[in-house]
């Protein structure tokens, strides 16, 4: 059965943006179906599918869904999280460039099934344009009836605002972007309680990335056979894969899940620059660590990255590193980005990030020590390779990836090490 | 509340249902669970992570399933058959961890540092930590800062427990205190010129667990091994908050909190808290006094007893002259009810007259409830309460001035102990002069005990034991600290030798004789724990 | 560093001139409709002092803590914890490097050097005539254009440091 891609298939055509393109080609139209259905029949299907999140968790969407409160009062709130600043993920950025609408016919359904009555589209400050784009796309919808009071006569209502961050990695985590949504600094909260019995402003919230939400509607149009037909057993569907660094044609495929590393570098995105040899790829997102040269047949779905010591699939955002990268150099760049990012609360990850950064500026510099490595390695279980230590899982992504890099091209460290050491006399 | 029951490192325990496991924890077992930014008087953050047990459960068949990771034990509610283990090699290699990354930017200037002694960071090092780092990379340094009139932050310090920040967004409700930027660099700040000013302000300091906050009316006064400790009860005003005096040689270098749920909860102002420089006044009434020809001379207190006696003996009943005694609101109970038992003892229409209570214009109430009681006395009710016990003649302070002014009055005894010197502003004493004796005890000099015959030297609250009853009529007893300036010369014994009991002055049976008559007991028992780190 | 005592009970003076216009207090207060909370719009009315100003001010904060009825420690616990808000006052154009990895393997140290060689200015720095500030930024989510930048609200793939050039003599 060939594959058809779903989520791209407005990519290229002429004003993909606007609401009138959009329902020209199907678009809008699996909001009637779902509205004949009850939301806890919606929810159902999608459990059924198999839909694990996009985000880079990988959890069950419809499961999730079923955590809410039932016979709740309300509100109800539906936050979209569009914060994508995992190094290497651009997916959700692609989307909304080509097909802002997709996104929004998603959140409708999304929160119908949910019975939220406002959903906040919570978007990175660094995405000025798709902001724009975005906020023009709801104007358009809300013109349309598809935002407001009695959407197409089904007696739903649904408020859409698009809320802008302010440039922090953390409020893509869940519990940060809620706070960051209330006004305040974006401190991942503790759970429990989980966002689904108190989220935004005290209330059940649901919260899904927005490639989540953007394949509910296909779900409703295609069944979930058709889904659960695409990729492998226990990761169904198709997935964008983000493809960036030492390639030809580095950008977005849509693929179902479980293509292989090496075929997505050599297949579609043309190969190894400059004829290059690949010394290494980040699976998906630098949180999840880096599969070596020899590894690269690993499957990319939520099982194959982690049956090579990686945490998981992430957000499927591939970085290819040629045989010419320097690997210490570009463990360094991670923890830079995570000693940035950290918010600051818990104790292992503000102080041990850190700490690793400036193990890794003074090796790079030539002062590096023999025990150097090994302390680190150490750092990392003591910052997190076990969840529970941290209340939210950067500390994880810190410590899986620099476990990782040291682990998978030891010699290269410590080569680092003893060249400094044979220089300084 | 229904009852669970944890198994806590093999022992079976009971506890209310949804209570913190820590405080259940803290409460039952002698292991401690070290921790930095929880606190039972603030909402919890769960952001050190040193906390960490091992919980799980126990199923109907005593199969115990543990969960893999480790658990803060802040952020749990004890449920029925929980397991929690808090001194496994897993929690303890945690433990060591967190210490260790903590002491990492740490400058570990404990010599020159006032939390030395009573610091978290060292108590919990030695008791959880490891004696070696394997940090060889630059410290960050970060400036002081004042954050408050009264409140030095030493940024190097902090180990972002943000329990600062919480008090003062929950408790004093100022939200003064912030968390500037985030990850490695955030540091504890301010909104120049939006301090930490405000009357709880010092509650920070006590909060803080390591050296960062420091009081600066305490900065590097005394090294706390050296302070004696006596449970007290504050005498700023009528709440009556529960305090411990904190003193050595001879002189209180600082006061803090005790934990009392129904009074103070874990906090006191900084009226009460900084408002003690007058017990160490040059101004203070260091000796009984006795007036000998128009000139005061320095009397030992039974001199100044004799002559008192004398001067009242032309005060009993046959001879019609008419006697006040003044019963301070100042006063412990037991003083005001030896005064009274005296006063009547001595001549049964003895004028009792109630001491001037001094009033702020309002109370003062903070945001989770705190309130400064506006009525600057610590013991009006205790007053109130001996003056309806011994009913007969009584007026106010105001209709004896007048009263002495008409040369009404012949005797008085003026009881103060106010810790300003111009409570009794000069016309009216001028008035009470016009009595034939005029005695005094009071705790400062001023024109009253300069115009006085006889002047006792009074002890204040933290130069005696006695009891207070605040303003939600509890009697709470407090324990002395100091020594006056004399020792063992306060009012107790002035009275009791007055009434010419035999022996050294017996608060316990003053407290038996009073017992009768309180509507409240007044036992050790009320007493809590301090507030600790 | 720890040897100074930075004093933090002077604020700077109230000025009469204020930093938020009517129109954007109303802007901010059509805001509130749509949260349950004030101060959930605090995000948004930092962003636009941010743009208008280059900078958040001292008085910028009590107006806002004002408006949003918090704390002006408050509103300064929330602006610092973002990149996008800046205390001090930012040129009139951002020059947002990406330095994460895609970008770095692909060269964006070499757009740090052009900029530096240029205009003399290094990471966080302003030109004398306030016209550009290099800002590193973490990554854009432009990967696929790597080296990428952000030239104020606009993502440019960077071809060559000529192009880079160019861009910034377009810009000024």
Not at chain 2, 302 to 310: G, L, P
Not at chain 2, 401 to 407: P, Y
Request: net charge negative; glycine share 10%; proline share 4%.
């Amino acid at each position: 059965m060939s594959f058809e891609p779903v989520l791209t298939k407005n990519v290229g055509v002429k004003d993909s943006q606007k609401l009138s393109v959009y329902v020209e080609r199907g678009g809008y139209s699996s909001l009637p179906k779902a509205f004949a259905m009850k939301p806890d029949e919606l929810t159902d299907l999608v459990k059924a599918s198999g839909l694990r999140g996009r985000g880079g968790a990988g959890f069950s969407a419809g499961m999730k869904w079923t955590f809410l409160p039932k016979d709740h009062p309300g509100p109800i709130y539906m936050a979209v999280n569009f914060d994508e600043s995992e190094p290497g993920t651009f997916k959700d950025r692609y989307l909304c460039d080509h097909d802002p609408h997709q996104i929004l016919e998603g959140i409708i359904v999304s929160s119908y099934a949910t019975r939220a009555t406002v959903a906040y589209i919570f978007i990175r400050g660094e995405f000025h344009l798709q902001a724009k784009i975005l906020q023009k796309a709801v104007d358009e919808a809300y013109e349309a009836g598809y935002f407001g009071k009695n959407i197409q006569g089904s007696g739903y209502d649904l408020e859409c605002y698009v809320h802008r961050g302010a440039g922090a990695y953390i409020c893509g985590e869940e519990t940060g972007m809620l706070e960051a949504l209330e006004g305040k600094r974006g401190w991942p909260r503790i759970k429990p309680p989980f966002p689904a019995i108190e989220g935004a402003f005290g209330k059940p919230t649901v919260v899904n990335n927005v490639e989540t939400l953007c394949c509910v509607p296909h779900i409703i149009h295609n069944g979930a056979d058709w889904f659960t037909s695409i990729g492998t057993e226990k990761s169904a569907g198709p997935k964008l894969y983000g493809i960036s660094g030492h390639v030809n044609k580095p950008g977005v495929y849509e693929l179902p899940l479980g293509v292989t590393c090496r075929d997505l570098i050599e297949k579609y995105a043309g190969g190894m620059r400059n004829g290059k040899k690949c010394k290494g790829a980040i699976p998906g997102g630098v949180s999840m660590g880096v599969l070596h040269a020899d590894e690269l047949d690993c499957p990319l779905d939520f099982d194959g990255p982690g049956q090579r010591g990686c945490m998981g699939l992430g957000t499927a955002g591939v970085i290819v590193m040629d045989e010419d990268t320097c690997m210490v150099s570009a463990l360094r760049n991670i923890v830079h980005f995570f000693k940035h990012e950290s918010c600051g609360q818990c104790t292992p990850c503000r102080e041990g990030s850190g700490w690793m950064l400036k193990t890794l500026d003074r090796i790079l510099a030539g002062e590096g020590k023999k025990d150097d490595l090994d302390n680190m390695i150490e750092l990392c279980d003591a910052q997190g390779s076990m969840p529970g230590k941290t209340i939210c899982g950067l500390a994880d992504g810190t410590a899986w990836a620099a476990k990782n890099f040291i682990q998978k091209y030891r010699e290269e460290f410590e080569a680092k090490i003893e060249s400094a050491s044979a220089v300084a006399v | 509340m229904s009852k669970v029951t944890v198994t806590i490192n093999g022992q079976d325990v009971e506890a209310e249902a949804g209570r913190q496991l820590i405080d259940v924890i803290k409460e039952n077992v002698k292991e401690e669970v070290p921790h930095y930014c929880y606190h039972p008087g603030l909402s919890v953050a769960a952001s050190c992570r040193l906390c960490a047990v091992e919980a799980g459960s126990k199923d109907a068949d005593g199969n115990v399933k543990m969960f893999p990771k480790v658990m803060m034990s802040c952020q749990m509610k004890v449920t029925d058959n929980m397991v929690v283990n808090t001194h496994t090699d897993k929690s303890k290699q945690h433990r060591k961890e967190i210490m260790e990354f903590l002491l990492i930017n740490h400058p570990l200037d404990c010599p020159v540092c006032d939390q030395a002694g009573e610091c978290g960071l060292q108590d919990h090092s030695y008791n959880h930590g490891q004696s070696e780092s394997r940090f060889r990379e630059d410290k960050i340094k970060q400036p002081k800062k004042q954050v408050g009139e009264k409140v030095l932050l030493y940024g190097d310090r902090c180990i972002m427990c943000t329990r600062c920040v919480r008090f003062t967004r929950e408790i004093s409700g100022g939200g003064e205190l912030y968390v500037h930027e985030r990850g490695n660099g955030s540091e504890i700040d301010v909104f120049p010129g939006f301090g930490v000013n405000d009357k709880l302000a010092g509650n920070v300091v006590d909060l803080c667990p390591v050296g960062a906050l420091l009081d600066n009316e305490f900065l590097f006064k005394q090294r706390v091994w050296e302070l004696k400790s006596a449970d007290s009860v504050c005498a700023g005003c009528s709440k009556g908050c529960n305090i411990t005096v904190d003193y050595n040689k001879g002189v209180i270098y600082r006061l803090k909190p005790r934990h009392n749920p129904e009074v103070n909860d874990y906090w006191m102002c900084d009226e009460g808290r900084h408002g003690f420089k007058y017990v160490h006044a040059d101004e203070r009434i260091k000796r009984c006094q006795v007036r000998r020809d128009s000139a005061m001379y320095d009397s030992s207190i039974e001199n100044a007893v004799d002559s008192a006696k004398e001067m009242f003996s032309e005060f009993t009943p046959e001879t019609g002259r008419k006697l006040a005694v003044v019963i301070s609101p100042m006063a412990s109970l037991e003083e005001q009810w030896l005064a009274a038992s005296w006063a009547r003892e001595l001549n049964e229409q003895a004028i009792l007259v109630r001491g001037p209570v001094f009033n702020a214009e309002n109370d003062e109430t903070f945001k989770a409830g705190f309130t400064i009681s506006k009525e600057k006395a610590p013991n009006r009710r205790g007053m109130e309460l001996i003056l309806e016990t011994f009913g007969g003649d009584q007026m106010t302070f105001t209709d004896l001035v007048e009263a002495a002014g008409r040369n009404e009055i012949e005797g008085i005894f003026v009881q103060g102990g106010y810790p300003w010197q111009n409570w009794c502003p000069d016309e009216m004493v001028e008035k009470l002069r016009n009595a034939k004796v005029l005695i005094v005890s009071d705790i400062l000099d001023s024109k009253l005990s300069q115009r006085a015959d006889v002047v006792f030297a009074s002890a204040v609250w933290a130069e005696k034991s006695g009891s207070f009853i605040n303003d939600q009529n509890m009697c709470q007893p407090f324990e002395q600290g100091i020594e006056t300036f004399e020792v063992g010369v306060n009012d107790l014994t002035v009275f009791w030798q007055l009434a010419g009991r035999v022996g050294p002055a017996d608060l316990e049976l003053v407290r038996e004789e009073l017992s009768e008559i309180k509507n409240q007991s007044c036992s050790k028992e009320q007493q809590a724990d301090t507030v600790g780190a | 560093m720890a040897w100074q005592i930075v004093d933090r009970l002077k604020g700077t003076p109230d000025s009469a001139d204020k930093v938020v216009t009517d129109e954007m207090r109303q802007k901010i207060e059509a805001e509130f409709a749509k949260y349950p909370t004030k101060q959930a719009v605090l995000l948004t009315s930092l962003h636009m002092v941010q743009n208008k100003y280059k900078q958040i001010s001292d008085q910028a904060i009590r107006e806002l803590a004002e408006i949003h009825e918090i704390s002006p420690g408050e509103v300064l616990d929330t602006l610092s914890f973002y990149d996008m808000y800046s205390r001090e006052k930012l040129g009139k154009n951002l020059i947002g490097v990406c330095v994460s990895l895609s970008c770095d393997i692909c060269g964006c140290k070499d757009l740090m050097k052009k900029v530096k060689d240029k205009l003399n200015i290094g990471p966080r720095e302003t030109t004398e005539d306030g016209k550009f500030t290099l800002i590193p930024m973490e990554c854009i989510g432009a990967c696929e254009m790597a080296p990428a930048i952000l030239m104020n609200e606009d993502l440019h793939k960077i071809e060559s440091v000529e192009q880079l050039d160019d861009l910034i003599d377009k810009t000024a």
